[in-house]
């Protein structure tokens, strides 16, 4: 199995940046594809990105494109999240997770899940 630790969530002001990060450890980081989830308060937790094996491909829900970035280095078993422009509706906790289906959406397609890290975006 693998071992996931979210870092760098925060406050920030509407329209700044942040950038996550996702340490692994354990089995091989780059046997999974990956993706960020997020969950705001009262709400259902929801997908945000997937990254392949290899970080060639990419996938994004449409409320972020153009806005986040998602990718990974192999070498240094870690996974990213590059978000500018957020926005209040950006607040939740973000997850990273470790799945076994190239590019999934579905949470169950995830077997191994980080603790969280808030990100609070404020007007």
């Known amino acids: 199995q693998v071992q996931l630790v979210e870092s760098g969530g925060g406050l920030v002001q509407a329209g700044g940046s942040l950038r996550l990060s996702c340490a692994a450890s354990g089995r091989t980081f780059s046997m999974y594809p990956m993706g960020w989830f997020r969950q705001a308060p009262g709400k259902e937790r929801e997908f945000v990105a997937a990254?392949?094996?290899?970080?060639?491909?990419?996938f994004y829900r449409d409320s972020v494109k153009g806005r986040f970035t998602i990718s990974r280095d192999n070498a240094k078993n870690t996974l990213y999240l590059q978000m500018n422009s957020l926005k209040l509706e950006d607040t939740a906790v973000y997850y990273c997770?470790?799945?076994?289906?190239?590019?999934?959406?579905?949470?169950?397609?995830?077997?191994?899940w980080g603790q969280g890290t808030q990100v609070t975006v404020s007007s």
């Open positions: 997770a470790a799945g076994s289906r190239y590019l999934a959406l579905g949470e169950s397609e995830y077997a191994y």
């Open positions: 990254i392949s094996k290899s970080g060639s491909s990419t």
